[in-house]
């Protein structure tokens, strides 16, 4: 893609840009919220890595279609999440947990696993709540 206007004209629904590293996460991330659509969101993934896409592709849509499809409630959802991406699934419902390797800032926000997700985090946490039902 030589010109980024060529993303708003096609169909592509989103799109990643890797960081050197020289930026932190949040100045990247306004900067190139800056020269993006207003239509268009970015979020850092970890690792100096930031996702752009359209507002209406994010991951709390995809929860929301999926407690409509089965008939759930946000109040018998749990989501799982790791950074700044994650942020507005995590916002919707209250059983939220974030990894223990997580952003700082965001381990003050939502409740905190006692591993990370290289330590299969998510995967316990499910188990663990299984075995309790």
């Known amino acids: 893609m030589n010109d980024i206007e060529e993303l708003y004209n096609d169909n592509v629904l ?12 949040k100045t990247l991330s306004r900067m190139i919220q800056n020269i993006i659509p207003n239509s268009f969101s970015c979020l850092g993934s970890g690792f100096d890595f930031y996702l ?11 929860v929301k279609n999926l407690q409509e499809y089965f008939n759930v409630s946000p109040e018998d ?27 700082d800032d ?16 998510v995967q316990k946490k499910i188990l663990s709540y299984l075995e309790n039902l």
């Open 52 to 62: 752009i896409q359209h507002d209406n592709i994010d991951k709390v849509v995809g």
């Open 106 to 121: 965001m381990k003050s926000m939502f409740n905190i696993l006692d591993f990370s997700n290289n330590q299969n985090g």
């Open 77 to 103: 959802t749990i989501v799982f999440g790791n950074n700044y991406n994650d942020l507005k699934m995590l916002e919707s419902t209250s059983h939220s947990f974030i990894m223990s390797n997580s952003p």
């Open 14 to 25: 989103g799109m990643a840009v890797i960081g050197n590293g020289s930026i932190t996460n």
